[in-house]
């Protein structure tokens, strides 16, 4: 017998067809983004780069360009990648390589991440445009600073460099990135 759901160590059980808001834990995604790695783990350092540690350079990316962005719009910066805690981070080539389905399971997931949390299901066109520049921007640093992309090869697949001066990103342990990642959420959290 086949089964659409997974258990998380929330107890909880996450049906991956139908996401409901009420099987979502922030602990749950905190640990799960924790532990998996930007880049398919192709990556500098001791540890690997996870989506934790990217969301939150995301968020400050997204912060710095938006400063006058209120709390809710910084959470849904923050939670741009949740749905990776169940279905990992796939790398853009692959994604394509996927198509409609991947995107379609990957949309219900963050809508049901955002209802959970109080936001609307969808951030809306512009919200969604600036955190996605934020991201590529994060994408650049990560592509030079972890990733072993040059600066012509960076510049071809992401844009021009981004301003400003390189972010520190040294990959921190899976326990580090998650207590990062939960410390920012509960921080916005209380704010909205």
Same mark, same amino acid.
């Given at each position: 017998?086949?089964?659409?759901?997974?258990?998380?160590?929330?107890?909880?059980?996450?049906?991956?067809?139908?996401?409901?808001?009420?099987?979502?834990?922030?602990?749950?995604?905190?640990? *799960?983004?924790?532990?998996?790695? =930007?880049?398919?783990?192709? +990556?500098? *350092?001791?540890?690997? $780069?996870?989506?934790?540690?990217?969301?939150?350079?995301?968020?400050?990316? $997204?912060?710095?360009?938006?400063?006058?962005?209120? %709390?809710?719009?910084?959470?849904?910066?923050?939670?741009?990648?949740?749905?990776?805690?169940?279905?990992?981070?796939?790398?853009? %080539? #692959?994604?394509?390589?996927?198509?409609?389905?991947?995107?379609?399971?990957?949309?219900?997931?963050?809508?049901?991440?955002?209802?959970? #949390?109080?936001?609307?299901?969808? %951030?809306? !066109?512009?919200?969604?445009?600036?955190?996605?520049?934020?991201?590529?921007?994060?994408?650049?640093? !990560? &592509?030079?600073?972890?990733?072993?992309?040059?600066?012509?090869? &960076?510049?071809? $697949?992401?844009?021009? =460099?981004?301003?400003?001066? &390189?972010?520190?990103?040294? %990959?921190?342990?899976?326990?580090?990135?998650?207590?990062? #990642? +939960? *410390?920012?959420?509960? *921080?916005?959290?209380?704010?909205?």
């Amino acid at each position: 017998m086949s089964r659409a759901w997974q258990r998380m160590l929330s107890g909880r059980r996450l049906d991956l067809l139908n996401p409901s808001p009420f099987d979502i834990e922030i602990e749950d995604i905190a640990h *799960g983004l924790s532990r998996v790695s =930007r880049w398919n783990g192709q +990556t500098v *350092g001791e540890h690997s $780069f996870s989506v934790a540690q990217h969301s939150v350079l995301v968020l400050d990316l $997204f912060s710095a360009q938006a400063v006058n962005s209120s %709390p809710r719009d910084q959470l849904y910066a923050l939670l741009h990648d949740a749905a990776e805690y169940v279905i990992g981070d796939l790398i853009s %080539p #692959f994604k394509s390589a996927v198509g409609l389905d991947y995107k379609s399971l990957e949309h219900k997931l963050e809508h049901a991440v955002h209802v959970r #949390f109080g936001l609307k299901a969808d %951030p809306g !066109e512009d919200l969604h445009r600036r955190i996605k520049a934020a991201d590529i921007k994060a994408a650049y640093w !990560e &592509a030079t600073l972890l990733a072993g992309f040059d600066s012509a090869e &960076a510049v071809n $697949f992401f844009g021009e =460099r981004p301003g400003g001066r &390189a972010p520190d990103l040294t %990959p921190l342990s899976a326990m580090e990135a998650k207590a990062l #990642f +939960t *410390g920012r959420f509960e *921080g916005l959290l209380a704010q909205t």
